[in-house]
Antibody, heavy 117, light 110 residues
């Protein structure tokens, strides 16, 4: 089955770190750009970062640049998001999404991150 | 405030037609493809329209997309109560090298 499954969310204190994972199956993982997208409570979708199929190119939104790092392991068919210096406003449901050219055609169901003391 | 501007909400009766607008700029919508997504909070977003006006397999022709200049529109005909959801446009911004989603539009089928 073609799918993306996120994991690694949880409760973390402000200033803390968390690493999210996204396990892919059912398609040739290395052929695709992948992204992380989040939705904070009561807010819309916010794109965070993407990474090219071979991992050579990455882009980030300004709000997470320098704090979050996107990476991938094509041998393990896995995407990661290392999140440091977490803030209350990073509380959100985090999705991974597969990018096909200029759109996202496959999404996971998300993993919840709560930043609170 | 998103770079791509959508109305916060739209509504229409069952069986009617509704359109949702998405306004951007020359660095995103005007010169890149637009896609549209349906989202129920807490679930996986679903691709409805890609490359401005193409429908993925399995998306009924009740859903349509168009683009003119720096604006795009999602149209939904034959509204059903099951269409109630949040709808987002999205486009890459070539100047900022960032992907933007619109702020989202909540569709209510009265």
């Amino acid at each position: 089955e073609v799918q993306l499954v996120e994991s690694g969310g949880g409760l973390v204190q402000p200033g803390g770190s968390l690493r999210l994972s996204c396990a892919a199956s059912g398609f040739t993982f290395s052929n695709y750009w992948l992204s992380w997208v989040r939705q904070a409570p009561g807010k819309g979708l916010e794109w965070l970062a993407n990474i090219k199929g071979d991992g050579s190119t990455k882009y980030y939104v300004d709000s997470v640049k320098g704090r979050f790092t996107i990476s991938r392991d094509n041998a393990e068919n896995s995407l990661y998001l290392q999140m440091n210096s977490l803030r209350a406003e990073d509380t959100a449901l985090y999705y991974c999404a597969r990018a096909t050219y200029w759109f996202f055609d496959l999404w996971g169901r998300g993993t919840l991150v709560t930043v609170s003391s | 405030q998103s770079v791509l501007t959508q109305p916060p909400s739209v509504s229409a009766a069952p069986g009617q037609k509704v359109t949702i607008s998405c306004s951007g700029s020359s660095s995103n919508i005007a010169n890149n493809y637009v896609s549209w997504y349906r989202h129920l909070p807490g679930t996986a977003p679903k691709l409805l329209i890609y490359d401005n006006n193409k429908r993925p397999s399995g998306i009924p022709d009740r859903f349509s997309g168009s683009k003119s200049g720096a604006s795009a529109t999602l149209g939904i005909t034959g509204l059903q109560t099951g269409d109630e959801a949040d709808y987002y446009c999205g486009a890459w911004d070539s100047s900022l090298s960032v992907w933007f989603f619109g702020g989202g539009t909540k569709l209510t089928v009265l």
